[in-house]
C-alpha cells in the first residue's frame, strides 16, 4: 500500500502572524491500494501547491466543521500553508499565483516550501477583524472552553453579533470553534498516548480535555472528523509523520 509521508514545522518569521504551519505530503507510489487524505477540521484555511516540474497548481480550500477526505495520487507531491482561524484574507491568493508563475523548478521540497512562504510573504493583504482574532486567541488560550457570552463581552458586541463575524469569517458559529478547537486538543492528547488500552486512554483524554465524558468525546468525534477516535488511529497508523521537521526527500 503507498505510504502517505506528511511533514510540518513553523512558518518563518515573515509569516507567522498569519500561518500556523508550513506542511509538506508526499504519496510513495508502491504498492496497489491508494491511501485517503483525511484532514481533521481545524478552523484554518490550507493553501496548498502542487508540484511537478513546477507548480501546477494553487488551492485554497476554506474552514470546514467536518473532516476533508480525498483519495491521493500515487507519487503526489505538494507542499501547503495552514492560515490562521479568520486569517484567510491576509493572503491575495491571486498575488500569490502571480508571484508562483514562472519561478524555476524546486528540487527538493525544501526548495518548494521557500518558494511558497516567499511568494505569500510578499501577498500579505488585510488583517483580520480585532474581535475575530480575540475570539480565537481565546479559545484556543482555553483550549476550547472559554464562554462565548464572555467572549463577546470583551470583544464589546453582542453574542448575536459575534456569531455573525464568526459565520463571516469561518462559516460556522463560535461554539462549533469551540468544538474544534477542543476536538484538536483531544486528538493531540490521544496520539500521544500509549497505543494500548484505547478505552482508558479515551476515558483520560476525556477528562484532560474538557469533554463530560468518553462518549461526549466519540460524539464530538464522529460529528467532526467523520469517524471514531479508534478508526482514526487506524487510519493514521501508516502513515509517516515528521512534526517539527521539514521533509527530507527531494523531488
Known amino acids: 500500500m ?29 504498492g496497489d491500494a491508494t491511501p485517503q487524505h483525511w484532514v481533521l477540521p481545524d478552523g484554518c484555511v490550507s493553501l496548498s501547491a502542487h508540484f511537478h516540474e513546477r507548480v501546477i497548481a494553487v488551492h485554497m480550500r476554506p474552514a470546514a466543521a467536518v473532516a476533508f477526505r480525498a483519495p491521493c495520487t500515487p507519487g503526489e507531491k505538494m507542499v501547503g500553508l495552514r492560515i490562521r482561524p479568520g486569517h484567510q484574507r491576509s493572503i491575495d491568493l491571486a498575488e500569490l499565483v502571480r508571484r508562483l508563475d514562472g519561478q524555476s523548478s524546486p528540487r527538493s521540497f525544501a526548495d518548494a516550501e521557500r518558494l511558497l512562504c516567499h511568494a505569500a510573504a510578499r501577498s500579505l493583504g488585510d488583517e483580520p477583524d480585532a474581535r475575530v482574532r480575540l475570539m ?16 463577546a463581552e470583551a470583544s464589546g ?22 468544538r474544534i478547537v477542543r476536538l484538536q486538543v483531544a486528538v493531540r492528547d490521544i496520539v500521544a498516548r500509549p497505543a494500548q488500552n484505547l478505552k482508558q486512554n479515551l476515558a483520560e483524554t476525556a477528562a484532560a480535555t474538557g469533554y463530560a465524558d468518553q462518549a461526549h468525546l466519540r460524539r464530538d468525534f464522529v460529528a467532526l472528523a467523520q469517524l471514531p477516535p479508534s478508526g482514526y488511529l487506524r487510519l493514521i497508523r501508516d502513515f509517516r509523520f515528521l512534526l517539527g521537521q521539514p521533509m527530507s526527500d527531494s523531488f
Open 2 to 30: 503507498p505510504i502517505l509521508c506528511y511533514s510540518e514545522h513553523s512558518p518563518p518569521p515573515t509569516l507567522d502572524r498569519v500561518v500556523d504551519a508550513v506542511w509538506s505530503v508526499a504519496v510513495d507510489p508502491g
Open 157 to 178: 458586541v453582542s453574542d448575536r453579533h459575534l456569531e455573525r463575524l464568526s459565520l463571516a469569517a469561518f462559516g460556522f458559529p463560535p461554539k462549533v470553534l469551540a
Open 136 to 151: 480565537v486567541d481565546r479559545l484556543r488560550d482555553s483550549n476550547g472552553s472559554a464562554v462565548i457570552r464572555e467572549l
